[in-house]
């Protein structure tokens, strides 16, 4: 039962280059969700999408795009990082089936730095 | 936008004893639901409790329970019968009505001691 899949786990980029984060989720959700977390931040939501077909911004989307590829995936672009975005980035899915109880469902995290 | 704070940076606890994590929100909504997580040092987030704006009586889950207080705004979590596995950050977390995102307090460390 994987839930949610987050490739890579780990990389290194150097300013200027681009990258693309993926994620997957098996739990047939609709809803995804891109955050990022920052030290004594908690977690800032950069892009979600409600449902197959539609994204929308988050709190801090700037210097990101997304794709939400099918119902499945959802990924994270980066086009030109900067060492502000290093983070660890989470993605997520829900269902919004029933309403405001659905908890969030996490991957285990992509931890990106920028140099 | 709604602002959740969770005043205690870190927190020490002995083992086999509760432990209480605060959690206030500011919303002007009737209908919103509020979440605990927990993040070990593994670094994965693990989602612990719900609680809605109009549920009347307090969520429980096993060792994790909610004292929500919904006219102080606050959504204090409580950890009874503190084991070694249950060090880690703990994040409050609420959802509005008709939104998607969660919005996240800055998150306590908690470490349970032997």
């Known amino acids: 039962n994987a839930g949610v899949t987050q490739t890579p786990k780990f990389q290194v980029l150097k300013t200027g280059q681009s990258m693309t984060l993926q994620c997957a989720q098996d739990m047939n959700h609709n809803s995804m969700y891109w955050y990022r977390q920052d030290p004594g931040m908690g977690l800032r939501l950069i892009y979600y999408s409600a449902s197959e077909g539609t994204t929308d911004k988050g709190e801090v989307p700037n210097g990101y795009n997304v794709s939400r590829l099918n119902k499945r995936e959802f990924s994270l672009r980066l086009e030109s990082a900067a060492p502000s975005q290093t983070s660890v980035y989470f993605c997520a899915s829900s269902t919004q089936d029933r309403g405001l109880e659905q908890p969030q469902h996490f991957g285990d995290g992509t931890r990106l730095s920028i140099l | 936008a709604q602002k959740i704070t969770q005043t205690q940076p870190g927190m020490f606890v002995q083992e086999k004893e509760a432990v209480t994590l605060d959690c206030t929100y500011d919303t002007s909504d009737q209908s919103y639901g509020l979440f605990w997580y927990k993040q070990p040092s593994s670094g994965e987030m693990i989602f612990l409790i719900y609680?809605?704006?109009?549920?009347?009586q307090n969520a429980t889950e096993g060792r994790y329970s909610l004292n929500f207080q919904k006219a102080r705004k606050s959504a204090n979590l409580v950890i009874s019968a503190s084991q070694l596995g249950d060090s880690a950050m703990y994040f409050c977390a609420m959802r509005r009505m008709r939104e998607y995102k969660l919005s996240f307090g800055a998150g306590t460390t908690v470490t349970v001691r032997a």
């Open positions: 609680q809605g704006s109009y549920d009347e």
